[in-house]
């Protein structure tokens, strides 16, 4: 049973390998993190420490927010930090080594968003050999989506994730290297 916390936003579903090597659904949270809360600004800092092999969107995700931290006094944050993680109570202090996958998200407009960044946990994206999980960056773009129902969602990806974008539904951006995702 999952509590309601301060954090946690919905439910989200991806599949486990089972020891037999078949999968099943297996329920995790979708959760906010807070860049006004010191415990979700560690928590950021340990995955992206512990997902480090060399420059990587967990790093970029954590210097964002470290950025937003200190800005807090003196305004509002610039961008939303969001989750997937095994994690099910107690989403007030998230457990780093129960994150799947972060992403960030910056408000464009009142119609539309960018991901700014999505990383799935290095041993568990879909280029892992002995992944546990399967679905998981689905599993964000879903719950973003949800989250932000009406609104369009662009994004400037990877050359190795173009693939996964556009079996997700984006969409290439007229004249642009971009992708966008419309309700």
Known sequence: MINFKANYLSTAQVQRRMPNNKVQDYKVAFVEFKPTNSKDLYAIKDVSRSWDDGETFAKNIFDDIQEDYYRASSG??????????????????????????????????????????????????????EALFKGIGTAVLDSIKTLFKGKEIILQPVESAINFYKSNKFLNLDFSKKLIWRP
Do not use: C, H, W
């Open 76 to 129: 509002s944050p610039k961008y939303q930090y969001y989750g997937i993680t095994r994690q099910k109570t107690d989403f007030q202090t998230p457990l780093p080594d129960e994150i799947l996958a972060l992403a960030q998200i910056k408000k464009i407009s009142d119609t539309r968003n960018e991901l700014v960044y999505l990383q799935v946990d290095p041993t568990q994206n879909m280029f892992a050999q």
